[in-house]
């Protein structure tokens, strides 16, 4: 390994990480006139590399150091993160939605976890500015658990076999559902061509249809001159003589050289995971617990949405192949009743999700039962017959949910991350009865044959969390850090509560008030 | 699957591979035959549709190029030694129950080895779980034989692709760089 520094350019914002939070947050920059470096830890990515393949696919997940995990519930990093340009929203599903208002104040209202110190109101305007600028098909007025807020820019993607055969189950019970709100065109939108509805959502979509940051932000960032440095895994962020202002950071490049590139803002949007491993390895003599860490809250309130697969077969044709990964049907029913005694927090359905017939939710691995001379009748059957949809629930914040750094080191010599996530008891008593209600949906839509996949972990959040106090937190309500003022989070890490529903919505909504509050205060 | 022959490049499918015969990279001449009548056991027609040239290839590339599924299951790289070590573990289950390696065992052999993988039944495994073993075994066999284009419009399920998948998933075609 090459031990020489070499010190670089300056640059007005230095962003590590270049996902969801990170292209936004570049974008904005260069537009108001700021000049910006991006330093990428995976390798480059075009919508060409996007190759329809559930085998390919493979390798936009993290390929990165290794990550330890440990719990009853682990993370399952690997599956929820991303490697390369774009990030996880390379290769996220796209589901679209926003927070409810009872997600933002478990500890005022509930005695349990985090309080947001925002509410839905402070983040409302920012998610209607998000849909119109990243475009979302949906139906808000068939969402009727729906928060206030503009109506979709574009109608509802089509429902195809699969969703009518099972939303009979839920009418049948009584329950409602509506179409998935997607951030996937069901019309052209600014330049970007509607979807095909052959879901390859998880290989990357390749023709512009579904809003990753190929085609959202960096773009723009790109034409207003933003820089990306890919292969390259950052250190340690630097401090000035007082310790209350970042300087810029230290990175490796992929021959293991060492650089430093300086900047006047910096902004940690390496995912929940990288970005509190990137703090507790900027020890100093003014940050002796890792940096922003004063709270001794870096790494702490590591969330995952508990989530559980549903799957049957039924007498009719579903044509499980077309459509979204994400899903085609929403239902929100259960969302509103955090407190249900035994159990705790709030579940949603991803209903009819677009499936394939290997990797991790395809037909075959639900199935491992099935093998030998039954498993080719097996296939051919749910090919046509197949059905599934997902749970999704609220992760419980708990501090002792964290994110650690390992004695094991990596090819760097900079310490692993290891991360430690279990739920309790009333989460896992959620999970039990939303998938018991799944079941019984099933049954109701007339499933011949009905099974359940194991509890596995969904999205990651936490162990940056902002907050109002920073004795409690780690970053206030902008993601900028307590401990230094111009050192800002951003991304899904900074969420002191999972609520249920997918983050990346709220992931860019946040990024907007991150970044804009950045630039009016520099 | 690219591979070097007579200084050019041969792009080939795992099934390609297979029926070429391609040099193995990773696996012994012992670990290959024993995968390959696992994985045909728990997913009949991985054996042709190229599992052991599939595994080898991907066991030889750098961890994050590596495109196998137990990247998602918490394997942690290199991810040879838990293939080989099942393996090792697989070969001496098969010599101390009917005293002839894997790729010798009757069908009704073979199966009953395979369910006693499935429930953790093989007594001193010497290796990773076996019914774990037996579960990234079975996912790489279905990718080779369910994954690719011909494999999933086999079933009824029409491939639908965006941007065709690289002629190392899908066809076997020379490529002279």
């Known amino acids: ?522 | 699957m690219t591979y070097m022959v007579g200084g050019k490049a041969l792009l080939l499918t795992p099934a390609a591979a297979h029926a070429a015969q391609m040099p193995m990279k990773v696996l012994s001449a012992l670990e290959v035959t024993s995968l390959e009548t696992i994985c045909e056991a728990i997913v009949p027609g991985s054996r042709s549709a190229g599992i052991a040239a599939f595994v080898d290839y991907q066991l030889a590339e750098k961890p994050h190029n590596a495109l196998l599924m137990g990247r998602y299951l918490g394997l942690e790289p290199p991810f040879a030694p838990f293939y080989q070590q099942g393996l090792a573990a697989a070969h001496e289950a098969a010599l101390k129950q009917f005293d002839r390696p894997w790729s010798q065992l009757t069908e009704s052999q073979s199966k009953s080895l395979v369910d006693q993988m499935f429930t953790d039944a093989i007594p001193n495994w010497s290796a990773a779980p076996a019914s774990f073993l037996f579960f990234v075994w079975r996912a790489d066999a279905c990718d080779v034989v369910y994954g690719t284009q011909s494999g999933s419009d086999a079933i009824g399920m029409p491939y639908m692709a965006h941007i065709a998948p690289s002629d190392k998933w899908l066809s076997a075609k020379e490529l002279q760089k």
Request: proline residues 5%; hydrophobic residues 40%.
């Open chain 1, 1 to 522: 390994m090459m031990q020489s520094i070499s010190l670089e350019d300056k640059f007005d914002v230095l962003i590590v990480g270049a996902g969801a939070a990170g292209s936004l947050i570049a974008a904005k920059a260069v537009q108001a006139g700021k000049t910006v470096l991006i330093l990428e830890a995976g390798p480059e990515r075009k919508l060409s590399d996007l190759e329809s393949s559930q085998i390919s696919a493979r390798k936009l997940k993290w390929g990165g150091a290794p990550v330890e995990e440990s719990g009853n519930h682990k993370i399952g990093n690997s599956f929820n993160s991303g490697y390369g340009t774009g990030g996880s929203a390379l290769h996220h599903y796209a589901v679209w939605l926003r927070l409810h208002e009872n997600d933002f104040n478990l500890a005022s209202e509930h005695g349990v976890g985090l309080d947001w110190p925002i509410n839905y109101k402070d983040l409302m305007p920012y998610y209607d500015r998000i849909q119109a600028e990243a475009g979302i098909s949906g139906d808000a007025e068939a969402e009727k658990w729906r928060p206030e807020g503009a109506a979709y820019p574009m109608p509802a993607l089509p429902v195809f076999a699969q969703g009518e055969v099972i939303k009979k189950g839920f009418n049948k019970l009584g329950m409602a559902v509506s179409p998935l709100p997607l951030a996937i065109n069901s019309q052209p939108f600014k330049g970007r061509s509607s979807c095909l509805y052959d879901g390859w959502c998880d290989a990357g979509c390749p023709i512009g249809a579904l809003a990753n940051p190929l085609v959202t932000y960096l773009p723009q960032a790109f034409a207003g001159g933003a820089s990306i440095r890919h292969d390259s895994t950052v250190s340690r962020v630097l401090h000035d003589a007082s310790g209350r202002k970042a300087t810029g950071v230290e990175y490796f490049d992929a021959q293991g050289a060492v650089h430093q590139v300086l900047a006047e803002q910096v902004v940690l949007s390496a995912f929940a995971v990288q970005n509190a491993r990137i703090l507790l390895n900027s020890k100093s003599s003014k940050h002796p617990a890792g940096m922003a860490n004063s709270s001794d809250k870096v790494g702490r309130y590591l969330m995952t949405h508990p989530a559980q697969l549903v799957l049957g077969l039924f007498d009719q044709q579903t044509d499980c192949h077309l459509g979204a990964t994400g899903g085609q049907l929403l239902c929100q029913d259960d969302y509103a009743n955090k407190d249900k005694g035994d159990a705790f927090g709030s579940y949603q359905w991803l209903i009819a999700n677009a499936t394939k017939p290997n990797d991790l939710l395809g037909i075959a691995t639900g199935r491992a039962d099935i093998y030998g001379a039954a498993l080719d009748p097996f296939m051919r059957r749910a090919a046509k017959h197949f059905g599934q949809m997902n749970f999704v629930g609220e992760d419980t914040p708990l501090a002792d949910n964290r994110i650690t750094l390992s004695e094991r080191k990596d090819q760097f010599g900079l310490p692993l991350a290891a991360t430690h996530h279990s739920i309790n008891e009333r989460t896992r008593a959620l999970v039990t009865e939303g998938v018991k209600k799944g079941v019984e949906v099933f049954k109701a839509a007339g499933a011949t044959e009905t099974w359940t996949g194991p509890t596995v972990a969904m999205h990651l959040m936490g162990g940056t969390v902002m907050g109002a106090d920073a004795k409690e937190s780690v970053c206030d309500q902008y993601g900028r850090c307590h401990d230094l003022d111009n050192l800002y989070i951003a991304g899904p890490g900074v969420f002191p509560s999972s609520g249920a529903v997918n983050p990346t919505f709220t992931v860019h909504a946040l990024a907007l008030r991150t970044v804009e509050k950045m630039l009016a205060t520099s």
